[in-house]
């Protein structure tokens, strides 16, 4: 059982219904299902951008999940949904968090938690799940950063900064970061994170450094940079935020990255260096790079790697970690250009037929059953194994707009009209070109519809991508020589 607090008022829910259609304009016109309680204060109730109103097969949320909800609610000048959403989380953080004997950090924030309603006593009670109740008792990394970067997405969007500057709201936001910046045995800026740690969210091979975590851990700095208030110790709080930002963005745009440049670099690593002049500073093995990363790169192209440890690369494509990277312009311009030039090169691979890829390639035979531990859920071309998101479309979408090439969001928008409302909404599609809607696809899932209405939405009108893009940092110091970064 997971922690408890009682609530008042309603709070956003993750929801499947049983019918819904596309309005002359292409946005959802209507989604009903065939629960006895209607949930329509916030969250993904009645609103103008459905024109409905709608019930609820079940009361429970992941705070991921509710982004893209969130977001659409910002653009159709709904704050208050947000905002309500943004305390009622805060809220759930002073909560102890104990798994087993263990008592997590302060500053967790919940994954995901549920609402339920007594009907007696006329209130709604939350239970939080901090990972005791998740797939493998992990705990969520991503939420708090979420958390922030939603934070500074409802004060961009209106303007009001009253929220942000709450006690509770700064106090929340240090707690979260705290966790981050602390002192320990790190050797380098990025955080040392478990399998199964983020919206990849069972055991994928993801442990160490994920390219997703870093991404929203920049971002969320960046973020947190613009709302957190010089005061007290505020000042001092900043100053580490700076000093991570710099080592961060050195760190990833440098180990991180693979072009056709760097891959050759890495074919002709030497081993066994010692002392501050390695070039291969991690010791990784050339042998140890996969077949398939040479014929899937192209000479034209880009993109950050899924993580960088001690002999070890991943040289798998992640999604959420390079958009976001985009977004926060923790990759350079050039590098934006880059990894959009991989997407129109790779587009049957990485995009195919229902967008988007969640990761690439997919594991299977003896690694999957290495790796994922015979998962069934995570087999080839499924779920987070090389499954296909619909979700991730906003992203793509922010990402594009940010990148100067809205076509290719526009191009994967289209074909996503072909099918997604026909197929009632589903959760994740499976295959290499994501043809079949997913073996264990939950249908009419919010995050399908509302991914889809902010990509349309910051299509029509740019300006929404202000929210949650982050221009660069002209204060952030130029990019360093890999040889000159270990010159004392």
């Given at each position: 059982?997971?922690?408890?607090?009682?609530?008042?008022?309603?709070?956003?829910?993750?929801?499947?219904?049983?019918?819904?259609?596309?309005?002359?304009?292409?946005?959802?016109?209507?989604?009903?299902?065939?629960?006895?309680?209607?949930?329509?204060?916030?969250?993904?109730?009645?609103?103008?951008?459905?024109?409905?109103?709608?019930?609820?097969?079940?009361?429970?949320?992941?705070?991921?999940?509710?982004v893209p909800s969130a977001?659409?609610?910002?653009?159709?000048?709904?704050?208050?949904?947000?905002?309500?959403?943004?305390?009622?989380?805060?809220?759930?953080?002073?909560?102890?968090?104990?798994?087993?004997?263990?008592?997590?950090?302060?500053?967790?924030?919940?994954?995901?938690?549920?609402?339920?309603?007594?009907?007696?006593?006329?209130?709604?009670?939350?239970?939080?799940?901090?990972?005791?109740?998740?797939?493998?008792?992990?705990?969520?990394?991503?939420?708090?950063?979420w958390w922030i970067i939603?934070?500074?997405?409802?004060?961009?969007?209106?303007?009001?900064?009253?929220?942000?500057?709450?006690?509770?709201?700064?106090?929340?936001?240090?707690?979260?970061?705290?966790?981050?910046?602390?002192?320990?045995?790190?050797?380098?800026?990025?955080?040392?994170?478990?399998?199964?740690?983020?919206?990849?969210?069972?055991?994928?091979?993801?442990?160490?450094?994920?390219?997703?975590?870093?991404?929203?851990?920049?971002?969320?700095?960046?973020?947190?940079?613009?709302?957190?208030?010089?005061?007290?110790?505020?000042?001092?709080?900043?100053?580490?935020?700076?000093?991570?930002?710099?080592?961060?963005?050195?760190?990833?745009?440098?180990?991180?990255?693979?072009?056709h440049q760097q891959l050759?670099?890495?074919?002709?690593?030497?081993?066994?260096?010692?002392?501050?002049?390695?070039?291969?500073?991690?010791?990784?093995?050339?042998?140890?790079?996969?077949?398939?990363?040479?014929?899937?790169?192209?000479?034209?192209?880009?993109?950050?790697?899924?993580?960088?440890?001690?002999?070890?690369?991943?040289?798998?494509?992640?999604?959420?970690?390079?958009?976001?990277?985009?977004?926060?312009?923790?990759?350079?311009?050039?590098?934006?250009?880059?990894?959009?030039?991989?997407?129109?090169?790779?587009?049957?691979?990485?995009?195919?037929?229902?967008?988007?890829?969640?990761?690439?390639?997919?594991?299977?035979?003896?690694?999957?059953?290495?790796?994922?531990?015979?998962?069934?859920?995570?087999?080839?071309?499924?779920?987070?194994?090389?499954?296909?998101?619909?979700?991730?479309?906003?992203?793509?979408?922010?990402?594009?707009?940010?990148?100067?090439?809205?076509?290719?969001?526009?191009?994967?928008?289209?074909?996503?009209?072909?099918?997604?409302?026909?197929?009632?909404?589903?959760?994740?599609?499976?295959?290499?070109?994501?043809?079949?809607?997913?073996?264990?696809?939950?249908?009419?899932?919010?995050?399908?519809?509302?991914?889809?209405?902010?990509?349309?939405?910051?299509?029509?009108?740019?300006?929404?991508?202000?929210?949650?893009?982050?221009?660069?940092?002209?204060?952030?110091?130029?990019?360093?020589?890999?040889?000159?970064?270990?010159?004392?």
């Amino acid at each position: 059982m997971g922690s408890v607090k009682e609530i008042d008022g309603v709070l956003p829910v993750q929801t499947r219904g049983d019918h819904c259609s596309f309005g002359s304009d292409g946005r959802l016109t209507e989604l009903q299902s065939g629960s006895s309680k209607t949930l329509s204060k916030i969250g993904v109730g009645s609103n103008e951008i459905t024109a409905c109103r709608r019930t609820f097969v079940c009361a429970h949320v992941f705070v991921r999940d509710f982004v893209p909800s969130a977001l659409a609610f910002l653009m159709n000048g709904e704050p208050e949904i947000v905002k309500n959403f943004l305390l009622k989380t805060l809220r759930l953080q002073s909560i102890e968090k104990r798994i087993d004997c263990f008592t997590l950090g302060e500053g967790v924030m919940p994954a995901s938690f549920k609402v339920l309603h007594d009907p007696v006593r006329k209130t709604d009670t939350m239970i939080a799940d901090f990972g005791e109740s998740a797939i493998g008792r992990v705990a969520p990394v991503d939420s708090g950063f979420w958390w922030i970067i939603l934070l500074r997405a409802y004060t961009k969007s209106t303007g009001d900064h009253t929220l942000a500057d709450m006690p509770d709201c700064q106090r929340g936001m240090r707690l979260i970061l705290t966790l981050c910046l602390a002192d320990g045995f790190d050797t380098f800026p990025t955080l040392l994170c478990a399998d199964g740690c983020c919206m990849v969210d069972r055991r994928m091979g993801i442990y160490g450094y994920p390219i997703e975590i870093q991404s929203l851990f920049f971002m969320a700095l960046r973020s947190a940079k613009s709302l957190i208030k010089a005061e007290g110790d505020g000042k001092e709080f900043l100053e580490r935020i700076d000093k991570r930002l710099h080592a961060l963005s050195f760190h990833i745009r440098e180990y991180f990255w693979l072009d056709h440049q760097q891959l050759n670099n890495i074919y002709r690593f030497k081993t066994e260096e010692y002392s501050h002049t390695a070039v291969n500073k991690f010791n990784v093995i050339p042998d140890s790079i996969p077949d398939w990363i040479f014929d899937f790169l192209p000479l034209k192209g880009g993109f950050f790697i899924g993580n960088v440890s001690p002999a070890r690369m991943d040289f798998r494509w992640f999604a959420i970690g390079n958009f976001m990277a985009i977004l926060s312009s923790l990759a350079t311009s050039e590098q934006a250009s880059a990894i959009m030039d991989l997407l129109e090169a790779r587009w049957t691979e990485l995009v195919g037929d229902m967008p988007l890829k969640v990761s690439y390639p997919a594991m299977e035979g003896h690694e999957w059953r290495i790796v994922t531990g015979c998962d069934p859920k995570n087999t080839r071309w499924s779920y987070h194994n090389a499954g296909s998101w619909p979700v991730i479309l906003w992203m793509l979408t922010a990402a594009c707009i940010k990148a100067g090439r809205p076509q290719i969001a526009r191009r994967a928008i289209e074909q996503v009209e072909t099918r997604l409302a026909k197929d009632g909404w589903p959760e994740y599609y499976d295959g290499k070109l994501g043809r079949y809607v997913g073996k264990q696809a939950r249908k009419f899932q919010t995050w399908s519809i509302a991914g889809y209405l902010v990509a349309k939405m910051m299509l029509e009108d740019p300006s929404h991508l202000g929210m949650i893009g982050l221009e660069e940092d002209k204060k952030m110091k130029p990019s360093l020589t890999r040889s000159a970064s270990w010159t004392a």
